[in-house]
């Protein structure tokens, strides 16, 4: 008999170590003995599972924190959120226009239409620049473009919009002007 058979199953008397039959009433302790194994190892496996099924548990729920504070650490780090380039790209082609009308200011009696065309136009790519840097707080190369373009063509309208309207004048007072060689050479 094991250690867990010291006693009668049936009439729970003390019964000695190596006694295979109660000597009180009969029960047959080898198959108590037999059904108390069998009994422990069921508690056993219970507790075994029972502790797997706990760990498990433990396992996937720090699986699933550790998950959610990945996403979280990689939203927050290294997945930076999507980039609209609709205003650094405005902001390049109004830069482009403002520098091509400030050059074309310069073409007599056009001045008057390209300079103000021209001044509107690098307003607008410097505010779109502006409004894509707040938006996204970094620059891309559309909207540097945007940004250089409009600073230097502020420069290049007033400098051509007052050539322009020099030589509209000079048109206007020396009509000869028109078919001389330096007319023809210039433009």
């Known amino acids: 008999m094991n250690?867990?058979?010291?006693?009668?199953?049936?009439?729970?008397?003390?019964?000695?170590e190596g006694s295979v039959f109660c000597p009180f009433c009969g029960t047959s302790l080898a198959q108590s003995a037999r059904n108390e194994q069998d009994e422990r190892a069921k508690y056993?496996?219970?507790?075994?599972?029972?502790?797997?099924?706990?760990?498990?548990?433990?396992?996937?729920q720090y699986q699933n924190n550790g998950q959610t504070q990945y996403a979280q650490y990689t939203q927050n780090t290294y997945a930076?959120?999507?980039?609209?380039?609709?205003?650094?790209?405005?902001?390049?082609?109004?830069?482009?226009?403002?520098?091509?009308?400030?050059?074309y200011s310069v073409i007599p009696v056009c001045a008057f239409i390209f300079c103000p065309v021209a001044i509107v136009f690098l307003i607008l790519g410097m505010k779109k620049?502006?409004?894509?840097?707040?938006?996204?707080?970094?620059?891309?190369?559309?909207?540097?473009?945007?940004?250089?373009?409009?600073?230097?063509?502020?420069?290049?309208?007033?400098?051509f919009t007052i050539l322009g309207i020099v030589l509209t004048v000079a048109l206007m007072t020396d009509p000869e002007l028109v078919g001389s060689s330096y007319y023809c050479y210039y433009y």
């Open 44 to 60: 056993e496996q219970a507790q075994y599972e029972q502790y797997q099924n706990a760990q498990y548990q433990q396992n996937a």
């Open 129 to 159: 620049s502006s409004t894509f840097v707040r938006e996204n707080g970094m620059d891309n190369g559309f909207s540097k473009t945007g940004r250089i373009c409009s600073i230097i063509a502020i420069p290049v309208t007033v400098v």
């Open 80 to 103: 930076p959120a999507p980039v609209s380039k609709k205003n650094s790209i405005m902001s390049m082609v109004f830069g482009l226009i403002a520098l091509f009308c400030a050059i």
């Open 3 to 16: 250690e867990y058979a010291k006693f009668c199953p049936q009439c729970g008397k003390e019964v000695s």
